[in-house]
């Protein structure tokens, strides 16, 4: 079985950083062979896709959030990163690690992690 889990959210006030963690364990699972990314959603919208990194290495991110946010990942560990900075009140949301098996994550990946909440103050 499959887990992936988030962690390093939290309340920051707007300016402020975060990093978030996504780490996969299950006997199968080995983060080399997905595309990765992080999701969010805020109350009363829809999920979206913030940022993801392929097998390759190449990044992707939400036009909302270049420049300030950045996805990496550490196969070694099975772990996905993203660091986020310049935070702003509509970052605040709960985010979700995915993993797919595709060559991109796509908005059905074959794994979601429970989410985590990162709450900025203005």
């Known amino acids: 079985q499959v887990q992936l889990v988030e962690s390093g959210g939290g309340l920051v006030q707007s300016g402020g950083s975060l990093r978030l963690s996504c780490t996969g364990s299950g006997r199968t699972f080995s983060s080399s062979n997905y595309a990765m990314g992080w999701f969010r959603q805020a109350p009363g919208k829809e999920r979206e896709l913030v940022a993801s990194?392929?097998?390759?290495?190449?990044?992707t991110y939400l036009d909302s959030v270049k420049g300030r946010f950045t996805i990496s990942r550490d196969n070694a560990k099975n772990t996905m990163y993203l660091q986020m900075n310049s935070l702003k009140p509509e970052d605040t949301a709960v985010y979700y690690c995915a993993a797919d098996k595709l060559v991109i994550v796509t908005s059905t990946p074959d794994y979601w992690g429970q989410g985590t909440q990162v709450t900025v103050s203005s």
């Open positions: 990194i392929r097998r390759s290495g190449s990044t």
